[in-house]
């Protein structure tokens, strides 16, 4: 076990760094005095950065000394990332969430590691990524535990000294989402057969609502809306004018041929409002309800309504699926079937030239669809998890699309044009943010799709960030995969079986 000195103890618990400590009380400094002390006298032995770092952690509470003894015989206050029990090095307590955010100091919350894997914990080498997520930091520690335990007990050699025939090693390979099953003969998944589901789920929304307006009966005494026409008489006095409420014509047809087309059955007086009537629209705007009718009748109104909305989303999903006639979507799993984790590891997809679908590429759904992109997005391109499939660990923070509202500013209306217009840039952004954790390059001789996943623990399978959309005429892709601790690189081609 690391022999750590009383005093040097003490200065660690506060997260300073054992580099610094020896430092400190080689030159006669406690933490008193370290308080005590300008800024300036500590740059005598620190660059002014570290200096101001030593003081503000002083401000800290200290770790307990239970959790501190707790690390100490847990860890031998050794890195886990470093994996070496003969080896002697500096170590930090690190707060695997940040102390001045959470100011925990719980034994869940730290991990002891060397110098040169903590700065690696607080570096992010690509925008937005994060190598050392906090899953990996605890999964390592808990690892690290375990094995000296093991080692402890005469059941394995030391960490750090194990021989290449009886080490751990990663498995790693590329498998196939085939609708939340793992399968390794490669298949190509049509957009249309992979939005059935979705265009089923429309359907049946679109059914329920139907049976919903034909169990609303509004033949109904005319004193059941009579409270209805008491309160808005008030309004009428006021000049506001009410029209009776009609269903619009187009709205009607098209509800009246979706219903024809699926052989829906309705009763005859679906379209039928009762008495119901509307606030005209050419009247002066109150803040009063502007149906005067009975409850059923204004339900009714505006489940007819809820169900054209329901009805053109459907039939702008199906042309926009059809956009995409001549592509394929791709679920790729990056699995781990060895007895070790791995971790650095990049995937590069080379793709037959021309055949990959690039964001910008991407067409552009209509008017009413847009608006629910996110959720339509989130159904068509991303892979089923289930209990043996995760999620892809390392997603770049991606855009969120704000559906723009028709709002009025200065007292003008955004007109439909330039609402659209909007919402086209922010789907757009959308697109990209869903993609963006996967580089393209534009090759010779092939379109090239590289990957990078920061950590992948043994016996684990986690989805690519989402689909890879290529061209339906796609025979093969290779792939090559490299990692920190596998010293070849991995290769193979993916070829789809017809």
Known sequence: M??????????????????????????????????????????????????????????????????????????????????????????????????NE????????????????????????????????????????????????????????????????????????????????????????????????????????????????????????????????????????????????????????????YIKTNKIKINNSFFKLGQLEIIDSMTPSIDNDPYCGSKVEKEKYLLIHELYDSITLLEEFKNYINLFKDYILLFFVLGNNGSNYDENIKVKLFCEKGSVLVTQNFP??????????????????????????????????????????DIEFFGKKKSENEIYKENIKDYKENIKGTFNSYEFYDDSDFDIITLYQNYLQHHTSNNFPSAIICRSNINKIQYEITTKNIPDKITGIIGFKK
Request: charged fraction near 30%; aromatic fraction near 8%.
């Open 2 to 99: 690391k022999q750590i000195e009383k005093n040097k103890q003490f200065l660690l618990k506060y997260g300073i760094s054992e580099e610094d400590t020896e430092l400190l009380v080689a030159n006669g400094y406690t933490k008193t005095k370290i308080e005590s002390v300008k800024i300036k006298e500590l740059e005598i032995l620190f660059p002014s950065e570290k200096a101001k770092e030593i003081k503000i952690k002083l401000t800290r509470q200290p770790i307990q000394e239970e959790v501190f003894m707790r690390l100490i015989k847990e860890t031998e206050l050794h890195c886990p990332f470093c994996w070496n029990i003969l080896e002697e090095k500096p170590i930090i307590i690190h707060h695997i969430d940040p102390y």
């Open 102 to 257: 959470t100011q925990d100091n719980s034994y869940n919350n730290l991990i002891v590691l060397c110098l040169n894997h903590h700065a690696d914990v607080h570096t992010k080498r690509e925008i937005s990524k994060n190598n050392y997520p906090k899953k990996k930091l605890l999964y390592r520690k808990e690892e690290w535990i375990e094995e000296l335990k093991e080692y402890k007990a005469g059941n394995r050699p030391a960490p750090g000294s194990e021989t290449t025939s009886n080490s751990k090693t990663a498995k790693i390979s590329i498998l196939q989402n085939w609708n939340g099953s793992l399968i390794t003969e490669y298949k190509k998944l049509y957009f249309l057969d992979h939005s059935e589901y979705i265009i089923e789920e429309f359907k049946k929304s679109i059914d329920k609502i139907t049976n919903d307006i034909c169990n609303h009966s509004v033949n109904r005494d005319y004193n059941s809306n009579l409270r209805s026409r008491l309160d808005n008489l008030l309004a009428r006095n006021m000049g506001i004018t009410y029209l009776s409420a009609k269903i619009e014509k187009d709205i009607k047809d098209k509800i009246t041929i």
């Open 364 to 405: 552009i759904p209509e008017k009413n669809l847009i608006k629910d992109s996110d959720s339509m997005i989130s159904n068509l391109y991303h892979g089923q998890t289930t209990h043996e499939i995760g999620n892809y660990p390392d997603y770049i923070l991606s855009h969120t699309k704000n559906y723009i509202p």
